[in-house]
């Protein structure tokens, strides 16, 4: 059984599984039931500037039969009074020790007003502090929220009223809603913030109602842009991750993942790009706090199998296999090949090549069953059939080199090589 | 004894209520509908006799555009609604399904299909436009899906139709020949109304071809005719006692339970049914459904060779239908003029027929069946002498699609022997595209 201790700047926890800022860590009564089902650690929901919420909060984007794909919030942080928060974060960190608590916070615009919101959270006993800059709705408006998060400066000026005032670690937590997440890491992280948190929302609208013909959530007949987030952002915020685990500046500080982990399998992933504690939300509000245990095992169990018996043995690991498109191997040549026991003869393969790729499938009509063979000479191992293909190993990619040594592009324009000709 | 009332009211209803219910809401019909592959070159679709766009039709639910959906199924076959009750999809569309290579439960087409049609019938959508009257008229013999499936077509081009059908009500086989709790007479009502929404159709009921009108006169008030009129003599037994109170005719069984109303149809306690083919079935288990103790179907081959798919096979079973394989009837004996014995000669295989499958022999051994009722189920026969009364060319009373007489057109059972409605529809598709190229070229 692998070792899923985790310990984030000195802050442990049993598993690297935290619960994001967000509803489901918005009091006492969530997150003694989260502790009670495992999870490793929390992030307070964001406290704050007062602010009063809107009914009609959430919407969704659902996709081929499955519910909340993408979900979508218009939430703003927390609207419970200050003192109450204070008072269950304390409750909730004598109750369960050896949890990690974290507590969110944006604060004012002003130097004191996060001092003082700084040294009441310490107060607690929180094990440590994130810094929202990337809500992108309703605070930004008051210059809060992503309004800082996009801007490098006023993030390492905040960045630098806080680092004043904490004594315990801080994580400046990142919006996507930029053209690159590097900036305003590299400037928070020079400013002194111990630690980053990728990704926030995506600002979205999730779609309009087709009767009333309102964007939803619907809001009394008006909507607003919410905060996208759940599996459909995954690929996004692996990809900014990533940039920050490349980045000189920003790699040399521990990173939590955030961005539509759902399994342990999304987990594994984050951490591979370099995120060494990951923050659930999504999933949890769609099935509840239950999903820690296969989080756990999971993850476990693939450790197991892989050979890693602490979480500090893969995180990063896939980082250095992430290149640039130039330094590719352009001699590494992949061909599609159909293994015919395993067809079911639903043609997915051949009309995505006919008509999306480079009509590399070959059609020999049948009654009512056709058969599908590859053109090798034609296929440009693209892996579009293999990824529509809906029975698995039954497309598979075979390695055919075109030469045997590593040609990426800078040397095959040095060397003038041939460009394809049709 | 043969008697009707076997039964009260409330098991009527459970006996003949819907055998496939549909589904009862948009979510359920989404469950399945979202497993479908969306196959290119669809094996079902391939497998569809009308080539109903099934992938299509069936993503169309999906995305919620279910006049779409009707309209895609429709297209092909404008007995889609009756069809997704009736069809043998195990054979035809379900049956070709690609899950069922990967061992995994076929797509559920034939519910899927009546998720649209029923609303379209319900909420009678139009669907089609017609185009501007061509001043051509086509008469049509016979109201079957073959018949209304080739005036649906006609009337979309402009064309002015008229069918002759001999019953007091439309939809032939479909009306009168299956299985009420497979479809039930109020719906083909609905169905046919549906059709013919479309206007420029007239049926004139109760007119039989031969006897109130001739092709003769067809030929010089319309400018083409087609003829589906299907089959419709029930194969005799030739054997000694068929003509004894008791032994009926499967469909003429059927046409009373669809039209005298369940209570009223008579019923022996023992039933034999001669047959194999979905109206020897239909016959067993609706005889079973109105109360007869026993009813035995009895099959001169074996399961390998029988007609009826195999959900037909386990419908009867699980009705309670015992099933004798390798036996044909030899005599009906009776007592007073009714039935009270059929004799029954024990058959071996022996070498295939012209049909491809083994011929039975017979052993010389026979054995006795105690029954008070025979039902006939061994096929139905063409109508030999009117069309040789009509002047039409045929083969053992098939006419060809193309017939003789120029301007005569024909199609469905009364061409193919004996096929299902979605055959029939199809055969009217292609003898309304031959008779518009008839009509409008010459």
Redesign the interface.
Known sequence: MANLQTDFLGIKSPNPFWLASAPPTDKQVNVLRAFEAGWGGVVWKTLGSQVKNVSSRYSAVDY??SRVMGLNNIELISDRPLDINLKEIKECIRLFPDRAMIVSLMADNDRNSWHELIKKVQDTGAHGIELNFGCPHGMTERGMGAAVGQDPDIAKLVVEWVMEAATIPVITKLTPNVHSVVPTGRASVEAGSNALSLINTIQSVTGVDLDTLIPNPNVGGKSTFGGYCGPAVKPIALKMLTTIAQDPVTSKVPVSGIGGVSTWRDAAEFMLLGSTTVQVCTAVMKHGFRIIDDLCEGLSNWMDEKGFQTITDFIGKSIPTLTHWEDLDLNYHIVARIDPDKC?????C??ACEDASHQSIR?TQG????EYAIKEDECVGCNLCKLVC??DSCITMVEQRVGPEYLNWKEFQRRGLPLNDH | MIRNNRLVKEEYAANFSDIHPPFETRDAA??D??RC????????T??CPTGIDVPKFIKQI?TGNLKGSAHTIFESNIMGGGCSRVCPVEKLCEG?C??N??EETPIPIARLQRYPTEKAIAEKWQLFEKAVPTGKKVAIVGAGPSGLSAAHVLARAGVKVTIFEKEAKGGGLMTYGVAAYKVTPEFCAEELEYILSIGGITIQYEQELGRTIHLTQLRQQYDAVYLAFGVGLARRLDIPGEDLDGVVDALKFIYSIRSDGYPAVPVGDKVAVIGMGMTAIDAATQARRLGAKEVTLVYRRTQAEMPCTEAELNLAKTDGCRILWLAAPKTITGYNGSVTQLTCSEMELGSPDHSGRRSPIDTGRTFELEVDMVIKAAGQTPFESLVEAEGLAHKNGRVAAQTNLPGVFAGGDNVNGGKEVVDAVQAGKDAAAAILKFVNHG
Do not use: E
């Not at chain 1, 009654?367 to 056709?370: L, R, V």
């Not at chain 2, 592959?37 to 079902?44: E, F, G, H, I, S």
């Open positions: 081929h039969g079911i003869h639903c043609g997915l051949y009309i059609l009654q009512p069953y056709n809906p029975v | 989404l469950v509908a979202n592959l969306y196959c290119y070159d669809a094996p079902c391939k497998s999906v070709a690609v899950y290579l990967m």
